[in-house]
């Protein structure tokens, strides 16, 4: 972009005469630096959040610094990487790095070396050692469980993929690079930033948590069943409400611009279009919101998108969110921008983006959010049955924008040749066509020489007769006797509506009838429509409907989905059983991945998002982390059970305390990254925003359910008596 602006700048400088310049009406610059403001002020206060929430539960700036040193240099890592495999970086793998996932490795090994020098009687190397000993394989089988759940996001194609598939690398490739810090820079900064003279306590609410933290464990330990049933019962409810959220392809990236494309009656002349062009240019002016207005009629100049000039195109550019007058909304101005328009008659139109129209036009090939297609041979059949379901369209709530790609509609002179006449003259059909071709589209009559060169001449009625029905009714044709026989006498001569496009796909004729979904969930309005026109729309033997556009591509991405998260939550389960050494505890950890899901949908439900692809990458990752916190927690338990003797409740309750502090800790860490993303409404947060609220609100209910509800499950299935457990 900078180079063609040079180059512009040159052009206006050097080439063009005084008083001519080149100005641009769309530069996309100005959508990048506005969200990379936007990615650039989460990131900021995402890192803020988790530097304050180590010093919080640690207690030492020091600890909690080299903590923090682990994000830049895992990141460094990961965009090394990114750049060997050619991995773009955008706003997704950028602005939805969770910054409290990456260092929850570090989190966990700094949190038990801490705990080790709260203890006391240890020296500082000795204290690393243990910890490190201690952790590193939970930290190691955490990581890759982590990057499985992120698996599917490599798997994914078309839009979602493109925009996803960054921040599966990003994130993998931070994931690894952590871990390997937490492992050998982190001890070796620990060593040498402490010190062997430090003394350290803990948070004093630490120790207040602790103190009502194992009294509650034990008595909901005392009714398993209860607890169990309270969180089956909470979890019904959750995925009952579910039903509810709606369902959505990709959110909207909010682009600051309008694309407005309006269809006027096929036969309008240039003359026209200019003026309605120029009137509605006058109107989006006058609007306060809008700084610029291009208007583009007909076709390009290089004729990639054939039309006619009955297609208007307008580009309403925005002035930037600081400027735009108090109060108002792109949401009141498109209402209002509709208002107008409905004024003039005979038209219809379509609002979109500049970016989201050619992404929708590339996934559909029709110029709408979604399509409805109508496959079949008879052109006026097609558009008699598409003219009926635009009727049922119009009955669904949140249906916008709905137009019928008219392929009808061109003036044609229709000559039929009665062949009954005809022949009662002893006129041949091959006759009538002659006179008729010679007459309208001309003939060669004799030749023009000039030096070596020859020219034919050919001879047709005037333009005026030619456009005349009557006149060419009057044209002669000549029987075999001599007799001169009108051609209205031999064949009717009609003017009637053509076809002036005839759209194909895949060897088939089709109509498309185009609309959008605003103020609604796509699936559910989508699923309305789809049920309305199969109940009352009948086609003939040989004829199709399809849909199109947004909802087809969501579906596809779903059906993907109900394939790639079983296999990567199956190759989760089989990390659990080797790490655990067993079914039992590998299926008990697995039950944290339903129960995590509570929060996210609550947090969709209260910021009134759908369920969009956006949001299930959210709960992907949110699994990741919620079983990352099920494998430490029970591989204390483990381990306290096998250096321990006593009750199996108090082996529980003191394995499952030393875990209380590092559980916490990732699960604020993981929520607060993103909180930033989750509360921001500027221009590029739409596509981040689902997925962080899923993060953030699925860490309230992961946290409660890790550290309360596991604990006694895993007691109720392992029994009162102590059973040996592998230990990791």
């Given at each position: 972009l900078a180079r063609v602006r040079n180059t512009v700048e040159n052009i206006n400088k050097h080439v063009l005469p005084p008083g001519i310049e080149v100005k641009p009406f769309y530069d996309r610059q100005v959508l990048l630096d506005i969200t990379i403001g936007t990615v650039k002020h989460t990131l900021f206060f995402g890192i803020s959040l988790v530097l304050a929430v180590l010093f919080f539960f640690l207690g030492n700036i020091r600890a909690a610094a080299v903590v923090a040193a682990v994000i830049p240099l895992a990141l460094c890592v990961s965009f090394i990487q990114m750049h060997l495999w050619s991995v773009p970086a955008n706003l997704i793998s950028l602005g939805a790095i969770d910054f409290g996932v990456i260092v929850d490795s570090a989190v966990i090994l700094t949190e038990n070396v801490m705990r080790h020098l709260e203890e006391g009687g240890k020296r500082l190397n000795q204290s690393i050692i243990l910890?490190?000993?201690?952790?590193?394989?939970?930290?190691?089988?955490?990581?890759?469980?982590?990057?499985?759940?992120?698996?599917?996001?490599?798997?994914?194609?078309?839009?979602?993929?493109?925009?996803?598939?960054?921040?599966?690398?990003?994130?993998?490739?931070?994931?690894?690079?952590?871990?390997?810090?937490?492992?050998?820079?982190?001890?070796?900064?620990?060593?040498?930033?402490?010190?062997?003279?430090?003394?350290?306590?803990?948070?004093?609410?630490?120790?207040?948590?602790?103190?009502?933290?194992?009294?509650?464990?034990?008595?909901?330990?005392?009714?398993?069943?209860?607890?169990?049933?309270?969180?089956?019962?909470?979890?019904?409810?959750?995925?009952?409400?579910m039903t509810r959220l709606g369902t959505a392809f990709l959110p909207t990236l909010e682009e600051n611009n309008i694309w407005l494309r309006v269809t006027l009656p096929n036969t309008v002349d240039l003359d026209y279009s200019v003026k309605i062009a120029n009137q509605l240019r006058e109107t989006f002016m006058k609007q306060p919101e809008i700084d610029k207005v291009a208007a583009q009629i007909?076709?390009?100049?290089?004729?990639?998108?054939?039309?006619?000039?009955?297609?208007?195109?307008?580009?309403?550019?925005?002035?930037?969110?600081?400027?735009?007058?108090?109060?108002?909304?792109?949401?009141?101005?498109?209402?209002?921008?509709?208002?107008?328009?409905?004024?003039?008659?005979?038209?219809?139109?379509?609002?979109?983006?500049?970016?989201?129209?050619?992404?929708?036009?590339?996934?559909?090939?029709?110029?709408?959010?979604?399509?409805?297609?109508?496959y079949g041979t008879d052109l006026e059949v097609l558009d008699q049955k598409a003219h009926e379901v635009i009727d049922q369209l119009k009955k669904v709530r949140g249906v916008a924008d709905e137009g019928i790609l008219k392929e009808l509609g061109q003036p044609t002179l229709n000559i039929q040749i009665d062949r009954d006449r005809a022949a009662r003259y002893g006129i041949n059909v091959n006759d009538i066509q002659t006179v008729v071709a010679n007459a309208i589209g001309g003939a060669a009559v004799t030749n023009l020489l000039e030096d070596e060169k020859t020219f034919g001449i050919a001879v047709r009625l005037n333009e005026g007769s030619r456009n005349d029905v009557a006149d060419i009714g009057h044209l002669l044709v000549e029987a075999p006797d001599g007799t001169k026989i009108p051609l209205s006498m031999v064949a009717s001569v009609r003017l009637t509506d053509g076809p002036f496009f005839i759209y194909r796909e895949a060897g088939k004729r089709y109509i498309a009838i185009k609309f959008s979904v605003r103020n609604r969930d796509l699936g559910s309005a989508v699923e309305d429509a789809q049920f309305l026109v199969e109940k009352n729309i009948t086609l003939p033997p040989n004829y199709s409907i399809s849909w199109d556009g947004q909802f087809n591509q969501m579906k596809q991405a779903q059906k993907k989905l109900m394939v790639i998260v079983p296999l990567a939550l199956l190759g989760i389960f089989l990390l659990l059983v080797s790490a655990f050494g067993n079914f039992r505890d590998a299926f008990i950890v697995m039950i944290n991945v339903p129960f995590a899901a509570i929060g996210g949908v609550i947090a969709l439900h209260l910021a009134g998002e759908t369920l969009s692809i956006s949001?299930?990458?959210?709960?992907?990752?949110?699994?990741?982390?919620?079983?990352?916190?099920?494998?430490?927690?029970?591989?204390f338990i483990n381990k306290t059970a096998a250096t321990e003797h006593g009750q199996m409740k108090d082996v529980m309750v003191e394995g499952a305390a030393l875990r209380v502090r590092p559980v916490l800790m990732t699960a604020a860490l993981s929520g607060l990254g993103l909180l930033p993303a989750a509360l921001s409404h500027s221009i590029g947060s739409e596509a981040q925003r689902p997925l962080a609220l899923v993060i953030v609100g699925g860490m309230v209910t992961t946290t409660i359910l890790t550290l309360l509800v596991l604990p006694v499950i895993y007691g109720w299935f392992r029994g009162r008596a102590l059973t040996p457990a592998s230990n990791i």
């Open positions: 910890a490190t000993s201690e952790v590193q394989r939970a930290m190691i089988y955490s990581t890759g469980i982590i990057i499985v759940a992120y698996s599917p996001l490599f798997f994914m194609g078309g839009v979602e993929g493109i925009i996803f598939k960054p921040m599966a690398f990003t994130m993998g490739f931070a994931l690894i690079a952590a871990m390997i810090l937490s492992l050998t820079f982190l001890p070796a900064m620990i060593s040498l930033v402490f010190g062997e003279n430090l003394h350290h306590k803990p948070p004093s609410f630490i120790t207040k948590i602790l103190d009502g933290y194992k009294p509650l464990l034990r008595r909901w330990m005392d009714r398993p069943l209860t607890v169990f049933s309270v969180a089956v019962f909470v979890l019904g409810i959750t995925l009952l409400s007909g076709r390009p100049d290089d004729g990639t998108d054939s039309t006619g000039v009955f297609n208007q195109e307008y580009g309403l550019y925005l002035k930037s969110p600081d400027k735009m007058p108090s109060g108002s909304s792109k949401k009141d101005l498109i209402t209002h921008l509709e208002t107008e328009l409905n004024k003039i008659p005979g038209i219809t139109y379509s609002f979109s983006q500049y970016i989201q129209d050619n992404v929708n036009e590339a996934l559909s090939g029709v110029k709408g959010e979604n399509s409805v297609k109508i949001a299930f990458f959210g709960f992907l990752s949110l699994f990741g982390i919620a079983i990352q916190d099920g494998v430490i927690l029970i591989s």
